[in-house]
């Protein structure tokens, strides 16, 4: 069980840092800029559909959403964008001792 968490934690962790050297990409549309944006903003901003407050359910809506979000918007982005994203995200992640472990 928690193996199959740290696999998931690692995904969810290379997954956003592709998306964000796909937003610094120049051949990465407007339109996905704009929506992970808008993604992020939602996720820190205090005003949500189920408050923080509530101790499990206020951070599983950014969590679900954020799960549906990212590989969504991955979705879209041409394939060169997407090629030289996940290669600068390997470079950057493999940097750090603790996610080269399995």
């Not at 991955?74 to 399995?102: N, Q, V, Y």
Request: proline content about 7%; hydrophobic content about 55%.
């Amino acid at each position: 069980m928690l193996t199959r968490l740290r696999r998931i934690a690692r995904l969810a962790g290379s997954e956003i840092t592709v998306l964000w050297f796909a937003c610094r990409h120049p051949a990465t549309p407007a339109a996905v800029k704009l929506a992970a944006l808008l993604l992020g903003l939602y996720v820190i901003s205090p005003i949500d559909l189920i408050p923080d407050a509530i101790p499990v359910l206020g951070w599983l809506d950014d969590a679900t959403l954020l799960g549906f979000g990212i590989p969504a918007l991955l979705r879209f982005l041409p394939a060169e964008a997407l090629a030289d994203s996940r290669i600068a995200s390997e470079r950057l992640l493999s940097r750090f001792a603790f996610w080269r472990r399995a």
